[in-house]
């Protein structure tokens, strides 16, 4: 476990994480917060809300944009457990997320700072701050765990 407290944020997003294990998802979660208050959260539900696109970063973030009644969030922070992959890394770009906090990289399917690195293309419109590991240990032991339940 981590030396030192985690982030209040990065908790938030752990839990959410442990709700996805919980209803039998892949144990990701993320949380929205703007101005250090949190605004939205949410855990990856593909399996639960039968849409492949319910990963923990889309649906923190459409819930975010609904709380806060606009569809930019570029005074937003997303603290998510693990490494966005392509189709969230993409949202995050288009929602103008300030800051980005991620625990667990991603070998396989990340595309922020592994495989498609999407946003170090001079194609895409907005990059935020990007903060990678914050979390990972527990994350990463999560996830682990999962999938070993499940060989």
Not at 20 to 43: N, R, S, W, Y
Not at 60 to 87: F, H, K, N, S, Y
Request: hydrophobic content about 45%; some cysteine.
């Amino acid at each position: 476990m981590t030396r030192w407290p985690l982030p209040e944020p990065m908790q938030w997003a752990l839990a959410q994480a442990r709700a996805a294990a919980a209803a039998g998802e892949v144990p990701v979660g993320a949380v929205v917060t703007c101005g250090g208050k949190l605004i939205a959260g949410g855990h990856n539900a593909p399996r639960e809300a039968h849409d492949p696109t319910a990963h923990a970063e889309i649906v923190a973030i459409r819930a975010a944009a609904a709380a806060l009644g606009r569809d930019r969030l570029d005074d937003c922070e997303l603290w998510v457990t693990l490494e966005p992959c392509a189709m969230c890394a993409g949202a995050i770009a288009h929602a103008r997320i300030a800051k980005l906090y991620y625990g667990a990289d991603d070998l396989k399917g990340g595309a922020v700072e592994h495989g498609a690195r999407l946003f170090e293309h001079t194609q895409t419109m907005h990059r935020p701050e990007i903060y990678s590991g914050i979390g990972a240990e527990e994350a990463g032991s999560m996830l682990r765990d999962f999938f070993q339940e499940r060989r």
